[in-house]
């Protein structure tokens, strides 16, 4: 009987925080596939990122379960997006002109697969991560000092983390370590402001489809 009732609440448990697994599943599937050399499974890839933000959107300030509670996965209104979408566009000039003045290789990928993973899945994935597991982590630990800065100190923090995770691939450069710096910083600023992982995502989103707006261009490789 005890068995039983064990089973019962564990299958209620599940019921309860259905969206989250379905954020979840839907989330790692997709990118799994688009990772894939395989063109069957990179289509199916564009169902499950469909599928992923059929769930993701209406679900905003509704995930409070399964570790998700913690990544600020919170709606913004028109404003914030509109905001955080101009942010992104022009955080991505930006760097598309230091760019083309250094002679520097921005590492676009014209395969459509790598264009979801970049403009889609990966913002998502990564701001999940930095301006939302991290931040709430280091927002948390810098409660506790005495000056009003604090929170500046948490958000770049975290984008120095986030310049350190990605500066390990071969041949990456100062300015372009300078550029990560910059560019999480202007992620996790948005990301307090608005208290909002997606408003996050959004700008980075924006940013990573500048940078391929100026590669389809011809502006830069």
């Known amino acids: 009987m005890l068995k039983h009732q064990r089973l019962i609440r564990a299958l209620i448990g599940r019921a309860v925080h259905w969206r989250e697994l379905l954020f979840w599943t839907f989330l790692l ?3 799994q596939s688009l990772e ?3 063109c069957r499974r990179q289509i199916m890839g564009i169902v499950e990122s469909v599928a992923f933000l ?16 913690f990544t600020n996965w919170n709606p913004i209104d028109f404003t914030a997006a509109r905001v955080s979408v101009a942010a992104g ?4 000039g930006a760097v598309v002109l230091v760019a083309l003045r250094c002679h520097q290789h921005l590492g676009a990928d014209s395969s459509w697969n790598r264009v979801v993973l970049a403009v ?8 999940m ?19 009003p800065k604090r929170n500046w100190i948490a958000v770049v923090g975290a984008a120095l983390i986030f310049m350190l995770a990605h500066g390990w691939r071969p041949g990456t450069t100062s300015i372009q370590l ?14 307090l402001r608005q208290q ?16 391929y707006l100026s590669f389809w261009g011809g502006l830069s490789n």
Do not use: Q, W
């Open 29 to 31: 599937a997709a990118f």
């Open 36 to 38: 894939s050399p395989d």
């Open 54 to 69: 059929v769930v993701a959107v209406p679900s905003a300030g509704k995930l409070d379960g399964l570790g998700l509670e």
């Open 89 to 92: 566009f022009l955080a991505g």
């Open 120 to 127: 889609i899945l990966g913002p998502v994935v990564e701001e």
């Open 129 to 147: 991560v930095f301006r939302g597991y991290l931040m709430t982590a280091a927002l948390r630990l810098v409660r506790g000092l005495a000056t």
């Open 178 to 191: 300078c550029c990560l710096v910059v560019t999480g910083t202007v992620y996790g600023f948005i990301r």
């Open 196 to 211: 909002s992982t997606v408003a996050a995502v959004l700008a980075h989103s924006c940013y990573n489809l500048a940078l």
